[in-house]
């Protein structure tokens, strides 16, 4: 006769030593109530290894009764959703140590990256200053200035004091967004229009699977927005 | 009855930490009830000192025993179930971060932006100008003084403590988000309900009679608990790297938890105050653990000082 055998549930692990419970699940006929019920039975399990964590299914099978209680063993293990869990739990606490690492080196550079925008003022209004003496003070060494001005001209790339560039990159006035971002509604309505119907046949058919006459037209649309936002991708038309 | 039953040891903590661990000598505690027979003992004395131990010894594994079992039943968080670990960098960092003047302005400003727009203003105003020196220092003295005056006005000090919290969850976000402009992911709804409860804590600690804040801060943890939950179904090794990062444990998650007047006690949160209040039934269930506990430790400790006597002994 073959051994006994069940397949359930590692509930508890860690408790005893080379010992799991292991929840067995079955259905069985009440006759009182004519219908089959769930039955649950809780197993304490060998496991030699200490290998079982809490979530793994196993399949146990029948030994001679080793102790009071135990008298099945771990035979194999089939999901080992628990192990795994303990694994990435493991991985991820390592992976914060590594990123608290990460996160001071970038705050130094935080840090260093404003020191040279405030050393870039003043060295602004520096040169304003000596500039300024330049013209106003005739009796001041004009060859010093003169140096300095350069060092300084040297040191942040400025071609020419006063200079009509702008020095300082402001947030506002960062480069106004792609023109197609701005202007997409009008690009991907005026493709979707009759007048440009075999080009965008074309897109379609380079951007999808299915044929270009099942497309619904809220689809269509969709890809060619995503056609038109990539800016490698080319307009038939000028904008 | 049940219900109170079960909740009463629930949260508890203080039960496990105060038994003395630190022995460097593992000695079973039946070694307690060791009798040391005087050779010159009568024969009679022998007897009874013997039977003695033998009582004593049942009585300590008894003991020991129940008590394990009392504890494996009434298994403790593992850290704090709303806070997190005190000692977790996350929520530090960010807090130093909101308090730090030197590098964030009020509002959403960036202190090298401000720099730069002060420098522009007082350039701007030089070029309208053109004067004598004269005139260009007074110019100067003048930018000089509302560049303080901004910088007073705009100090995070200064600042409503709404400000202060959009700032911290900003700062969250950043830390927390998979791609730019991600903002809500789990882990990031996850860090920025964190981020909620803990501003939302202090206001608890300093006000306990405003029910209304005590209760969404209650919410407010179900439904992380709840987020992290489905983490934990949709991308396990994601869950386990957030909850490390917020500095909580999966059995706060996982187990069934309440931020309820049991919690505030347990965990000190409005000092050493006796918020549940016990029937005498109960408190004597109580009184009978912690007899348990203070005799448990005993045993342990005398164990340890007779295993001493008989290595010396046996030497």
């Not at chain 2, 000692?87 to 590098?103: A, L, R, S, T």
Request: hydrophobic share 35%.
């Amino acid at each position: 006769m073959a051994k006994q055998n069940f397949i359930g549930l590692v509930v508890s692990q860690g408790k005893m030593a080379k010992t799991v419970k292991v929840r067995v699940q079955g259905k069985v006929y009440d006759k009182r109530v004519h219908k089959e019920v769930i039955k649950r039975k809780d197993y304490l399990v060998h496991d030699e290894g200490n290998l079982c964590k809490e979530g793994d299914i196993v399949r146990i099978e029948s030994i001679p009764k080793i102790s009071a209680r135990k008298s099945f063993a771990v035979a194999e293990i089939k999901v080992n959703k628990g192990q795994q869990f303990a694994l990435y739990e493991t991985l991820g606490k390592e992976k914060v140590a590594q990123e608290e690492k990460a996160k001071l080196e970038s705050f130094i550079k935080e840090k260093q990256q404003f020191e040279s925008v405030v050393t870039q003022i003043e060295d602004l209004r520096k040169l304003d200053q000596i500039a300024n003496a330049y013209q106003t003070q005739p009796n001041a060494d004009r060859a010093e200035l003169l140096s300095e001005i350069n060092r300084i001209k040297e040191k942040w790339n400025i071609k020419s004091w006063p200079s009509e560039e702008p020095l300082l990159d402001l947030k506002i006035n960062e480069k106004e967004k792609d023109i197609r971002e701005l202007k997409l509604s009008m690009i991907v309505d005026k493709i979707m229009s009759d007048e440009y119907t075999a080009e965008r046949n074309q897109i379609l058919s380079e951007n999808s699977k299915t044929p270009v006459e099942d497309l619904k037209k809220h689809t269509q649309k969709n890809i060619i927005r995503k056609y038109v936002l990539d800016s490698r991708n080319e307009i038939p038309f000028e904008i | 009855m049940f219900r109170i039953t079960s909740r009463l040891f629930s949260t508890g903590r203080v039960l496990s930490s105060a038994v003395p661990n630190a022995a460097p000598i593992r000695a079973h505690p039946t070694l307690a009830a060791k009798q040391f027979i005087a050779e010159d003992a009568s024969k009679s004395k022998a007897k009874i000192l013997r039977r003695k131990e033998k009582r004593l010894k049942k009585q300590i594994i008894r003991d020991v025993n129940n008590y394990k079992k009392h504890q494996l039943k009434n298994v403790q968080f593992q850290v704090d179930p709303v806070l997190g670990d005190p000692k977790n960098e996350f929520m530090n960092h960010i807090k130093k971060e909101v308090d730090n003047e030197f590098k964030h302005l009020a509002y959403g400003i960036e202190r090298s932006e401000f720099e730069k727009l002060l420098y522009g203003a007082e350039k701007a105003a030089f070029d309208k100008t053109k004067g004598t020196e004269v005139l260009n220092e007074s110019i100067r003295l003048a930018e000089e003084r509302k560049k303080r005056a901004l910088e007073i006005i705009l100090n995070m000090k200064n600042t409503n403590a709404q400000d202060k919290k959009v700032l911290a969850i900003k700062l969250a976000r950043q830390d927390f988000q998979r791609h730019e402009g991600d903002t809500a992911s789990p882990e990031v709804q996850a860090a920025i309900l964190t981020v909620k409860i803990h501003f939302g804590m202090d206001h608890v600690k300093n006000f306990p009679k405003d029910h209304t804040n005590t209760e969404r801060v209650r919410q407010m943890v179900q439904h992380r608990q709840r987020i992290l939950k489905y983490l934990k179904k949709d991308k396990p090794e994601m869950y386990y790297h957030t909850i490390a990062k917020l500095g909580l444990t999966d059995d706060v998650i996982t187990r069934e938890f309440n931020m309820g007047r049991q919690y505030f006690q347990d965990f000190k949160v409005w000092g050493d105050k006796q918020l549940v209040k016990l029937s005498d039934k109960q408190q004597g269930k109580v009184n009978k653990i912690h007899e348990l506990q203070k005799r448990v430790s005993e045993y342990n400790d005398l164990a340890r000082k007779n295993y001493e006597i008989l290595q010396r002994g046996n030497e």
